[in-house]
DNA sequence: ACAAATTAGTTAGGTGCCATACTATATTCA
DNA sequence: TGAATATAGTATGGCACCTAACTAATTTGT
């Protein structure tokens, strides 16, 4: 029995600052190697984070996007449309289908066609989903609590400030042209607070 | 043709504190609201960053993995084994079989049977694959940093530590079971929480 | 009224990554 | 020496999510 499952080994896979220097160099560019490595390590975390989400909620029979279905539709007082569903949480119509597919085989949500509108499939949230989420609820908010137990309470406030700003630098990734994205000016870092 | 695809609208998906509040109302919970909003934000960023990237690297015809399996040979003088692959990036070595064969297919690596271990088999990093990787390197930079850009230098520097300690804490997701992670030099924090 | 356009949801097919189980080649040691 | 074991790499099948194309129902325009 070669037992070589590797369950995350956290130490590898953690870029450093001479790599990215190195890399810089390699191609002479003109680039600063600080904030490489910062966008590096973000990269890594990132792919961390959602491998690590996955785990989590499978202890509970549930993956991340199904989790936050049940709890979208838990605040929508138990019944929401797929449109809705998909919309709030920012994956596509045909990915909701998958969730809500693997939710009513679970039987933690059931589909109920609309009177008004012969479109709509509404989906409502179970008993049994209810009761699911409740049962999670301890655990899963232990762990969230632990995750961040590491940061005093002032140093949450400003990695919440900083990881906020960072979140809206990730578009330079996806967008079609590159911005290069000023820090806001000379003055200090203020507004950006879209949405509460 | 309603051309509803949406390119990832950033101001969805972003938790608030009266999300995080109402949630832990409703269960009777005792945990810090503000840890729970840091917490799931992070998990939002994080499902966010690694789709970003998929998409940045998908430009260059590559993926997250790919791109990285090619940087890592390039840092071996072109040439490593699948395994030591595997260990540097911390993914298995079924994952990398598939990584290289991708990569051998789109001819950026070749692969040559060891002769010393007849189980061994390299990988080498193509003329093709080398250009590659030089090809993207100004653009890839550029929106690396781009992506730090809202952040200050001396930020910089905060984030970064910030960030390693609560990629220390990840593991508290995927831990048997649940540690209360104390930030460091608090000795006691009165922590009850006794899940079992 | 009725064809055209829009909308809700689904199906089909693809990528990225993982875990499990397998093949083939060393290595160990009784 | 030869059976047991370990190791390198791979095949298989799974999940999450995506895009594109499709079906069915509703709205719109003339």
Redesign the interface.
């Known amino acids: 029995m070669a037992n070589d499952n590797?369950?995350?080994?956290?130490n590898?896979?953690?870029p450093s600052l001479v790599?990215s220097k190195?890399?810089?160099e390699?191609?002479g560019?003109d680039?600063?190697a600080?904030?490489?490595?910062?966008?590096?390590?973000?990269?890594a975390?990132?792919?961390?984070?959602?491998h690590?989400?996955e785990?989590?909620f499978a202890r509970f029979g549930l993956s991340?996007g199904r989790y936050r279905v049940l709890?979208e539709l838990?605040?929508s007082e138990g019944e929401a449309l797929p449109s809705q569903l998909a919309?709030?949480?920012?994956v596509?119509r045909a990915t909701m289908t998958g969730l809500i597919d693997t939710l009513e085989r679970d039987g933690l949500v059931s589909r109920r066609t609309s009177a008004q509108d012969g479109r709509q499939r509404s989906v409502i949230l179970t008993e049994e989903g209810a009761r699911r989420l409740?049962a999670m609820?301890?655990?899963h908010?232990?762990?969230?609590?632990?995750?961040?137990?590491?940061?005093?309470?002032e140093?949450?406030?400003?990695?919440?400030d900083?990881?906020?700003?960072?979140?809206?630098?990730?578009?330079?990734?996806?967008d079609e042209t590159?911005?290069?994205?000023?820090?806001?000016g000379e003055s200090k870092?203020k507004q950006h607070r879209?949405?509460?």
């Open positions: 590797k369950v995350w080994n956290q590898d896979a953690i790599q190195r890399q810089i390699r191609y560019l680039v600063d600080q904030a490489i490595l910062v966008a590096t390590r973000l990269l975390a990132g792919t961390r984070l959602g690590a989400s785990v989590h991340t709890v838990e605040d919309e709030n949480l920012g596509t409740q609820a301890p655990e908010f232990a762990r969230l609590e632990a995750m961040v137990g590491l940061l005093s309470i140093e949450r406030g400003v990695f919440l900083l990881l906020g700003r960072v979140t809206q630098g990730i578009s330079a990734l996806t590159i911005e290069p994205n000023k820090p806001a870092k879209s949405k509460g």
